[in-house]
């Protein structure tokens, strides 16, 4: 069966970076769409990023866009998310999910998803 497990979140100041990585196993991540969500409390969840199937385009949510890198390793069947001058307003849970599709962009979308990981950045 197909799983997704989040890791690498924490708290980092304004400015920090910070790399979360998402394991996948059940499925290879070259087959799929694979994107990162994330959600803070109170607020719905805001597309991040998203990876195309063959790893040859990446979109990027305009609040992110310049800071923030999608990348993975099919050798580890392993997606990354790096994040660097971290805002307060980047606090949320980070998700990682994969779409049957060529490239994702909406919630609806995607059909696995992970359990998320914690990032909080404090000023």
């Given at each position: 069966?197909?799983?997704?497990?989040?890791?690498?979140?924490?708290?980092?100041?304004?400015?920090?970076?910070?790399?979360?990585?998402?394991?996948?196993?059940?499925?290879?991540?070259?087959?799929?769409?694979?994107?990162?969500?994330?959600?803070?409390?109170?607020?719905?969840?805001?597309?991040?990023?998203?990876?195309?199937?063959?790893?040859?385009?990446?979109?990027?949510?305009?609040?992110?866009?310049?800071?923030?890198?999608?990348?993975?390793?099919?050798?580890?069947?392993?997606?990354?998310l790096?994040?660097?001058?971290?805002?307060p307003?980047?606090?949320?849970?980070?998700?990682?999910?994969?779409?049957?599709?060529?490239?994702?962009?909406?919630?609806?979308?995607?059909?696995?998803?992970?359990?998320?990981?914690?990032?909080?950045?404090?000023?």
């Amino acid at each position: 069966q197909a799983q997704l497990v989040e890791s690498g979140g924490g708290l980092v100041q304004a400015g920090g970076s910070l790399r979360v990585s998402c394991a996948a196993s059940g499925f290879r991540i070259g087959l799929y769409c694979m994107g990162w969500f994330r959600q803070a409390p109170g607020k719905e969840r805001e597309f991040v990023a998203a990876m195309q199937w063959s790893g040859t385009n990446t979109n990027y949510g305009a609040s992110v866009k310049g800071r923030f890198t999608i990348s993975r390793d099919i050798t580890k069947n392993t997606l990354y998310l790096q994040m660097n001058n971290l805002k307060p307003e980047d606090t949320a849970v980070y998700y990682c999910a994969a779409a049957r599709s060529l490239m994702a962009t909406t919630e609806e979308m995607y059909n696995y998803w992970g359990q998320g990981t914690q990032v909080t950045v404090s000023s």
